[in-house]
């Protein structure tokens, strides 16, 4: 990596321990060829290592973001956060909305396990599959659990587009508080 390629992956946040490891010059590398990465070289080992240094700077900026802000601005922010991220997928919650099995249906693909659906007291219970967080940002054992607010931002953005009706969403059980799995419950 280049001092100025170095400097732009800083300036976009990729910046950490992970990205010690690309300083060190192509050509110096036992895996080049003529001062170019081999074929099947350890470029995916690196990539991770990047993704680990992010992962590693995210979990210590929501240590920051604890000790600076108080809970309700924190709370804000991580339900802001999960919105955003969100809203990035409007487009696909919107040709769910009004078609809540078609959107579990699709997500049971992915990452859901069960949703139940009491439309009388208007309440809807989702949970993931067990396993480990899904989230992309998140550093198992380093991420704090209060991090999960993130997800209530995301649960209400998606399911009121796809209910059609604005929700609310509490946390049941979340893998970085030591579930086997995220639960939520959803009122609408």
């Known amino acids: 990596m280049k001092r100025n390629d170095f400097l732009k992956a800083c300036a ?24 170019q990465a081999a074929p099947g070289s350890d470029d995916l080992a690196r990539a991770k290592a990047v993704l680990d240094g ?16 108080d809970e309700a601005a924190t709370t804000k922010l991580l339900k802001q956060l999960g919105r955003e991220c969100a809203s990035k997928n409007a487009s696909y919650f919107e040709k769910y909305r009004g078609d809540l099995d078609g959107f579990v249906a699709a997500a049971k693909t992915a990452w859901l396990d069960k949703a139940e659906y009491d439309e009388k007291a208007g309440l809807l219970r989702v949970s993931g599959k067990p396993g480990p967080c899904y989230c992309p940002l998140v550093k198992t054992g380093r991420t704090p659990s209060r991090f999960c607010e993130c997800t ?11 209910l059609g ?14 579930g086997s799995r995220c639960s939520f419950r959803i009122r609408i």
């Open 12 to 35: 976009a946040g990729v910046c950490g321990c992970g990205v010690l490891g690309l300083l060190e010059p192509v050509e110096a590398r036992p895996e080049s060829v003529n001062g």
């Open 152 to 162: 209530l931002g995301w649960q209400e953005a998606a399911y009121s587009i796809i």
């Open 54 to 69: 992010a992962r590693e700077r995210f979990a210590a900026l929501l240590g920051v973001m604890a000790q600076q802000l």
């Open 165 to 178: 009706k604005p929700v609310t969403a509490e946390i049941e059980e979340t893998v970085l508080s030591g």
